[in-house]
């Protein structure tokens, strides 16, 4: 797999005279112009792929024709109102829910046809931490790794992230997972995703339940992840975040995309809907100017 590092391009400062600012990320995502500008080329492989699905639940459609595609090493921030579709969507990528139209492809990988080999490839983190209430942190670590087969370097790995969490000692003690707070839960499922360094990382808010430190730790992570050439899908309702991390961002309501692109295509679209707009607007102002829009 191509790492975005070693093929990193120079491209000009300003995304906008390139000649396809989907293919421009910054160090630090779209919003962080003042994090030193290191740009990429995404000229790397497809991994995440999503063709034309489309979920009803019952007589509800949750998803309708919906594509998708994130590329190695990028940060994709699926974005929308409570209900647009965002955890369906995520459900039907890694493969816990199947979609009646429609295909997902993770790393080449047909998920209807070889499910298995496309779901060893993603690291999901829910925003309900599911753990085994029965287990010790450790435990639930080590049942992680016989079931990826992990080789004898994960205990390695999963310290380091342990340490990071300050999850070290309470995963090693006797205290069982049932009696962890939300965050504390959160913490050894992220252990058990980085732990594997999956090439795929499907996060529903991930922050959920996480405090100030915690939250500033998976942010760098998660830059280091794709920095090293991991494709992340991030789906949140903190436009912070998103505008923090995200190379580009997909807009949900109702199930249909109302927008995917960067924060500067979503300038331009809101203002080709006559839609007053400011190149200096943060994304949660845009956010919400393209949803109101939608709404009316
Ligand atoms: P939120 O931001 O509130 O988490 P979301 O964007 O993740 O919302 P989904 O959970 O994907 O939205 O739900 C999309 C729609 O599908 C909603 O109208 C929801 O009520 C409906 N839905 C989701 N799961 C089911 C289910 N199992 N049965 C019936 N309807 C469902």
Redesign the pocket.
Known sequence: MARPLAAAKKLSADPSKDADPCLVIFKGGFGSGESGGLLIGFGGEIVIEAIGLVKN??G?C?LDHFDLTVKTGEIFALL??????????IKILCGLLSSDQGQVRIAGVEMAEEPQKAKTQIGLIP?EPYVYPKLTGWEFLELMAGMYRLNGRWAEKAVEYLKIFEMDAAARSRTLLESYSHGMKQKIVFTAVLMRRPPVMLLDEPLVGLDPKSIRHVKAIVQSCAQEGASVLL?T?ILTLAEELANRIGI?MN?RVQFMGTKLELHQFLKDRHVEAHSGESLEDLFLKATLKEEQ
Not at 80 to 89: I, L, M, Q, R, S
């Open positions: 639940y019952g509800l949750a929308g109102p409570n209900g647009a579709g965002k955890t369906t969507t925003d789906s309702h949900l199930g």
